[in-house]
């Protein structure tokens, strides 16, 4: 079974408007991390926002905010104000605390390519 | 200290021929990871190094690969007898121990072509 599983190929928004980005996560371990990145055509992976599974509230980081329902095990990324320099692709990853030897390696799911349309 | 940086940034070679690729991590992080990225995929684990010793490998990681980091401060990735399937975007990332869920920071990666 996928770990991260990202629905969105693509995606669309128009300039200053708001756009959510899907992300729904699978695993056993109690205590995960969840973090999305963003991925511009320069290849760099830009880390935007992190969320802990015991955190009580959802995390936010300026116009990235992330909408964590943990029963459901989606961890959705909002951007509030498209701009457009948000166009790239966008990675959500997991890491389990407890994945073999410790190594906190990353799963990440196969990415959603946001558009920002002027 | 800017970042994690990668060299060389492209990279083609012909069938068969061995290549290296170095990563340069922040300074003061003691993590460090490899990962490769198809066209179209997310990017996937290969290894990771804390310090100089390396810790977990992927099965992704075969035979012709290897990575090393001595002294725990740069490290390089080898892949000897490439193969047109070993055609991608090899990333290296960092991040400080300590905190088991810290960021990790991405080089801007070298994309190897193999023909």
């Known amino acids: 079974a996928q770990k991260i599983t990202q629905t969105q190929p693509g995606m669309f928004v128009q300039e200053k408007e708001a756009v959510t980005l899907d992300c729904t996560y699978d695993?056993?371990?109690?205590?995960?991390?969840l973090f999305w990145y963003k991925q511009p055509s320069s290849g760099e992976m830009i880390f935007l926002i992190y969320?802990?599974?015991?955190?009580?509230q959802n995390a936010t980081e300026g116009r990235y905010s992330l909408n964590f329902q943990k029963a459901r095990k989606s961890a959705n990324l909002v951007i509030s104000a498209s701009q457009l320099g948000d166009s790239a692709m966008y990675f959500c990853?997991?890491?389990?605390?407890?994945?073999?030897?410790?190594?906190?390696?990353?799963?990440f799911g196969k990415g959603t390519k946001l558009s920002v349309i002027p | 200290d800017t970042g994690v940086s990668q060299d060389p940034r492209h990279k083609i070679t012909k069938r068969g021929q061995n290549v290296t690729f170095r990563c340069d991590p922040i300074s003061e992080h003691n993590r460090l990871y490899w990962y490769r990225q198809t066209l179209g995929q997310g990017p996937e684990f290969l290894t990771y190094?804390?310090?100089?010793?390396?810790?977990?490998k992927s099965r992704l990681l075969s035979d012709r690969f290897s990575a090393e980091r001595p002294k725990g401060s740069f490290s390089t990735l080898e892949i000897q007898r490439t193969e047109q399937g070993d055609s991608a975007m090899y990333l290296c990332a960092s991040s400080l121990g300590g905190a088991p869920m810290s960021e990790a920071f991405f080089g801007q990666g070298t994309r190897l072509t193999v023909v």
């Open positions: 190094f804390q310090n100089e010793a390396q810790l977990e």
């Open positions: 990853a997991m890491r389990e605390a407890y994945s073999g030897a410790g190594s906190y390696q990353l799963t």
């Open positions: 695993t056993s371990d109690p205590s995960y991390g």
């Open positions: 969320q802990g599974s015991y955190d009580q």
